[in-house]
């Protein structure tokens, strides 16, 4: 209770200081800017620098101009707390970020030391939220809803009968591949194999001699994009032929790019597509009008900045004692959607469907049902 107290005066300090100094919001993005991830945080960065134009356009929040820092945390939990540390100094009264959990965790808790309100957009592993810091939200759902629609659907759909289980290790991916796991063993199955990969790893030709001994013919990985691109295009060329399966870590046309053909039928788990929101329209035509198509997480920044400035608004102020109130009571109108948080910061209402990769683009595998009639 006294840290809350020492770091709630020490926000309205720091924000009174930071009003009387500047004629800015200081506000930040951070993700993995550079390294395997950057994909997602090029995204993180296209979403939050449009937001941030916008609503300066619009007149900025509080009639301040909103200036943005992007940090970079290649998705490293010691450069994530580096880059936390920075920002801090620098006076970011909010950060949409981080990206990956392993980074936000750690994180999350140099923004609460020195209160400072934190929006990710993407990190859906259960503890960030469930550690009860008041200052951590997230727009993105969690690994125990997700991994419990994957679930559900393997089985309702009898897609596999024997799976294997990998996960990399990071608290996302390892988050992801269990909550899979106990709601798979909970509906009646048994994976055939649970097993770690290494993040970064190349060369999955020993992992696959074993999967094709165990004649798996669904393997669901806890994990990232590139990871899972590789081992699904190893299979194909060692002559195993069971599907994959993962998580929202898929949503980059990178994926494809790696696997080419061999991606074809991969499953994933996602929000519902935010491009096809009506709110969005304008927004998302904008960036395709760029040249760029706002995929995956690019849309979730853009609404976490979003977040922050209504919330603003209202309080009248960016002091997070003054934030938190609002953020807890308000419904937030973005480009995803409608937006209320529940008490420990985790969207009401937030859901999950099934995609299917498909000719080198993915669509929810509703649609891709209706096609194939």
Same mark, same amino acid.
């Given at each position: 209770m006294r840290r809350l107290s020492v770091w709630l005066a020490g926000a309205a300090i720091a924000a009174l200081a930071v009003g009387s100094a500047s004629a800015e919001v200081p506000i930040a993005t951070v993700g993995p800017m550079t390294g395997q991830y950057a994909k997602f945080g090029e995204q993180m960065k296209r979403g939050a620098e449009m937001a941030v134009a916008d609503i300066n356009a619009a007149g900025g929040t509080l009639g301040e101009p909103l200036a943005l820092e992007v940090g970079d945390d290649a998705c490293d939990p010691k450069q994530a707390v580096a880059v936390a540390n920075q920002l801090v100094n620098k006076g970011v009264v909010f950060v949409? *970020?981080?990206f990956c959990s392993g980074s936000s965790i750690p994180a999350?808790?140099? !923004?609460? =030391? =020195?209160g400072v309100l934190m929006i990710s957009p993407a990190s859906t592993n259960p503890k960030l939220t469930d550690r009860g810091l008041p200052n951590v939200f997230r727009v993105a759902g969690r690994d125990d809803q997700q991994g419990q629609v994957a679930a559900d659907f393997v089985v309702d759909n009898k897609i596999g009968e024997r799976i294997a289980i990998l996960h990399d290790k990071t608290a996302y991916g390892k988050g992801l591949a269990d909550e899979f796991r106990k709601r798979l063993n909970e509906r009646g199955m048994k994976e055939v194999l649970y097993e770690a990969i290494t993040a970064g790893e190349k060369d999955f030709s020993a992992l696959i001699t074993k999967l094709k001994d165990l004649n798996v013919d669904l393997i669901y990985l806890g994990g990232y994009h590139t990871e899972a691109g #590789? %081992?699904? +295009? @190893?299979? +194909? =060329? @060692? *002559? #195993? @032929?069971?599907r994959l399966m993962s998580g929202d870590a898929l949503v980059t046309d990178e994926f494809w790019q790696i696997t080419g053909a061999a991606g074809e039928g991969t499953l994933m788990t996602f929000s519902p597509d935010p491009r096809k929101n009506p709110a969005a329209k304008e927004v998302v035509q904008r960036f395709l009008d760029q040249g760029y198509d706002p995929e995956g997480y690019t849309l979730y920044t853009y609404a976490a900045i979003q977040i922050f400035d209504q919330a603003a608004e209202k309080a009248g102020s960016t002091a997070l004692d003054k934030l938190l109130p609002v953020l807890h009571s308000t419904e937030f109108d973005?480009? %995803? *959607?409608?937006i209320k948080f529940d008490q420990k910061g985790d969207v009401l209402g937030s859901n999950y469907v099934? !995609?299917?990769w498909t000719d080198g683009k993915y669509m929810e595998y509703s649609e891709y049902q209706q096609m194939a009639k």
């Amino acid at each position: 209770m006294r840290r809350l107290s020492v770091w709630l005066a020490g926000a309205a300090i720091a924000a009174l200081a930071v009003g009387s100094a500047s004629a800015e919001v200081p506000i930040a993005t951070v993700g993995p800017m550079t390294g395997q991830y950057a994909k997602f945080g090029e995204q993180m960065k296209r979403g939050a620098e449009m937001a941030v134009a916008d609503i300066n356009a619009a007149g900025g929040t509080l009639g301040e101009p909103l200036a943005l820092e992007v940090g970079d945390d290649a998705c490293d939990p010691k450069q994530a707390v580096a880059v936390a540390n920075q920002l801090v100094n620098k006076g970011v009264v909010f950060v949409a *970020g981080h990206f990956c959990s392993g980074s936000s965790i750690p994180a999350s808790d140099v !923004y609460a =030391e =020195e209160g400072v309100l934190m929006i990710s957009p993407a990190s859906t592993n259960p503890k960030l939220t469930d550690r009860g810091l008041p200052n951590v939200f997230r727009v993105a759902g969690r690994d125990d809803q997700q991994g419990q629609v994957a679930a559900d659907f393997v089985v309702d759909n009898k897609i596999g009968e024997r799976i294997a289980i990998l996960h990399d290790k990071t608290a996302y991916g390892k988050g992801l591949a269990d909550e899979f796991r106990k709601r798979l063993n909970e509906r009646g199955m048994k994976e055939v194999l649970y097993e770690a990969i290494t993040a970064g790893e190349k060369d999955f030709s020993a992992l696959i001699t074993k999967l094709k001994d165990l004649n798996v013919d669904l393997i669901y990985l806890g994990g990232y994009h590139t990871e899972a691109g #590789l %081992i699904i +295009r @190893q299979a +194909r =060329e @060692q *002559g #195993l @032929q069971a599907r994959l399966m993962s998580g929202d870590a898929l949503v980059t046309d990178e994926f494809w790019q790696i696997t080419g053909a061999a991606g074809e039928g991969t499953l994933m788990t996602f929000s519902p597509d935010p491009r096809k929101n009506p709110a969005a329209k304008e927004v998302v035509q904008r960036f395709l009008d760029q040249g760029y198509d706002p995929e995956g997480y690019t849309l979730y920044t853009y609404a976490a900045i979003q977040i922050f400035d209504q919330a603003a608004e209202k309080a009248g102020s960016t002091a997070l004692d003054k934030l938190l109130p609002v953020l807890h009571s308000t419904e937030f109108d973005t480009v %995803i *959607g409608k937006i209320k948080f529940d008490q420990k910061g985790d969207v009401l209402g937030s859901n999950y469907v099934v !995609y299917i990769w498909t000719d080198g683009k993915y669509m929810e595998y509703s649609e891709y049902q209706q096609m194939a009639k």
